[in-house]
């Protein structure tokens, strides 16, 4: 794991996304051609208001400059000492928490989430809601995925000043439906990217800094390089140190979420996608200024939906093996959601293994070296849930598939939940084409079997995906299914062995199709306790 100087990381980026992003105090410039269009950015500027027909009102809208202090903590100001530690219990009161490194949900089971963004195109959509409908999200949950990060935004919750837009709020709340319906698990993601609309990107709303700030900016190309530009980083200092605007922010957050706090299908909140340190030595950024924001804005949204994950998120150094220095976040319903972009990868570059892997297991270290920081608390010194919220490649990157699968295998290895940015119609990064068909290429490994709820502590687990091979070992603790997915070779009734054996005596028990779920998914009945409960489970499946 690298220690957090810029230097020497301009010279692994020169070409890449993070080469816009981590540009900052005593770091060199980087030429004006050096990189090429990235595929992660789309659409344009939205228009307002937000038109979308306005359900059931929302059962208290955050308006005006104050918010009711029974509900909205004031944020902790930037530089304030982080959360006191204590000892940290299994899961949180109710709903979803943690044992472990693991999510649980209300069952008690381990929750695993293989799941995608959806989608790129809210940033352009002149609702600003994604362009998924009932029979989109069904065709996901066909697949295999059990999740989604549906991206949501600030400009959009609270287009005035303190006024939250009921009609957004019911129009994400419908999507939340037709995502459950289809049996998939939501993780509200508050995206960003370039500060917000007055910037050209998405995200705040532009009453959100001063109109002079926009006015004054020149655009860059391609897209990520305006992060360098000195108006969009006084803006993000802005949001962090002006309470009133952080406030507002929180309002925000807080009408959404209590509009949604007792739907079951949320799993919780991703509070700011890929957050930038603005003029802060990226260093300090997140221990002095951004935790002390999370940590106030989570107690928050804790106190309007208990039962909720509340996700943190780092900067994008991560993907450079930079492990961001967080504090211990003392609540036993936290956990990690960071990204993971090969620089050159995310350009289109060929993917080789040889000389790449190394540096995505660097990164990977420091994402769950960040994770073991958030979770020592008190007498517990065990990581925080980690859910990779966004991954991806262009589906024309020569060795995609590959990459994604390593991608899959070491999340698998490590424990981790993820999010496949984005699913999309069209080029890039999109995981269908123009016509709405899914790319082989990227659903491949994005689909090979997995243990999605798992009825007690893993000990370890397993993916080959070359091999066609899948293991998980783990204690079966609670008197609770298991639920797994075979893959989609199996879905599609190619043969596939499915085996569930008893770890002492070797007995196997019987799984099957679970009833009424997407074929492939299929839950294996808990068997009579005994005193050595570990299981494993292993899924066999033909390679071409």
């Not at 070409?15 to 004006?32: D, K, T």
């Not at 509009?259 to 299908?265: I, K």
């Amino acid at each position: 794991m690298r220690p957090l100087t810029l230097a020497p990381l301009h010279v692994l980026v020169v070409g890449g996304w993070l080469a816009g992003c981590i540009a900052g105090p005593g770091g060199e410039p980087i030429p004006e051609d050096a990189t090429a269009p990235s595929p992660r950015l789309g659409g344009t500027t939205p228009s307002m208001p937000v038109v979308v027909p306005a359900g059931p009102p929302v059962s208290r809208l955050v308006t005006g400059a104050a918010a009711d202090e029974a509900t909205v903590a004031a944020p902790a100001r930037p530089g304030s000492s982080p959360c006191p530690c204590r000892s940290v219990a299994g899961t949180s009161t109710g709903g979803y928490g943690r044992q472990g490194r693991f999510l649980v949900d209300a069952s008690g089971r381990l929750l695993v989430l293989h799941g995608v963004n959806a989608s790129n195109h809210t940033k352009g959509d002149p609702n600003r809601v994604t362009w998924h409908g009932p029979a989109d999200f069904a065709d996901l949950a066909a697949v295999g995925f059990d999740a989604v990060r549906l991206l949501v935004e600030w400009a959009a919750l609270m287009p005035a000043p303190g006024q939250v837009d009921p009609a957004y709020v019911e129009a994400v709340a419908i999507r939340v439906d037709w995502a459950a319906e289809a049996g998939l698990l939501v993780v509200l993601d508050m995206h960003q990217d370039v500060f917000g609309y007055g910037f050209g990107g998405n995200g705040a709303p532009g009453w959100a800094c001063d109109a002079a700030r926009y006015a004054a900016h020149e655009p860059r190309s391609p897209w990520f390089r305006n992060y360098r530009s000195p108006q969009v980083r006084a803006c993000f200092d802005r949001f962090y140190e002006d309470d009133a605007i952080f406030d507002a922010f929180t309002m925000a957050w807080v009408a959404l979420a209590e509009r949604l706090s007792a739907h079951p299908a949320v799993v919780g909140f991703d509070l700011l996608n890929e957050p930038h340190w603005g003029t802060t030595d990226p260093a300090r950024f997140v221990p002095d200024v951004w935790q002390p924001r999370q940590e106030a804005l989570a107690a928050a949204l804790r106190r309007v939906a208990p039962g909720k994950i509340v996700f943190f998120e780092g900067t994008v150094l991560a993907s450079l093996g930079v492990a961001d220095p967080f504090h211990p976040a003392c609540h036993p319903a936290t956990a990690l959601a960071p990204h993971y972009y090969h620089p050159l990868v995310h350009e289109g570059f060929a993917y080789d293994p040889q000389w790449m892997q190394p540096a995505m297991v660097e990164a990977f270290d420091a994402i769950d070296t960040m994770a073991a920081a958030l979770g020592k608390c008190g007498r517990s010194a065990t990581p925080v849930p980690v859910l990779l919220g966004e991954f991806g490649a262009p589906a024309n990157t020569p060795g995609v598939s590959a990459y994604l699968g390593d991608v899959v295998e070491a999340a698998a290895r490590r424990g981790w939940s993820w999010t496949y940015w984005s699913d999309d119609r069209g080029g890039g990064m999109s995981l269908r084409d123009a016509t709405g068909q899914f790319k082989p290429a990227l659903l491949g490994p994005l689909t090979w079997p997995y243990a999605r709820r798992i009825p007690g502590p893993v000990v370890r687990q397993q993916l080959d995906g070359a091999g066609g091979r899948y293991a998980c070992t783990f204690r079966w603790t609670q008197q609770a299914p298991l639920e797994l997915w075979i893959g989609l070779a199996g879905a599609r009734g190619e043969p596939t062995q499915v085996t569930l054996r008893h770890h002492a005596s070797g007995q196997t028990t019987t799984c099957g199709q679970a009833e009424g779920q997407p074929q492939g998914v299929w839950t294996c009945p808990p068997p009579p306790p005994r005193r050595d409960p570990t299981w494993t489970l292993t899924v066999a499946w033909p390679r071409p």
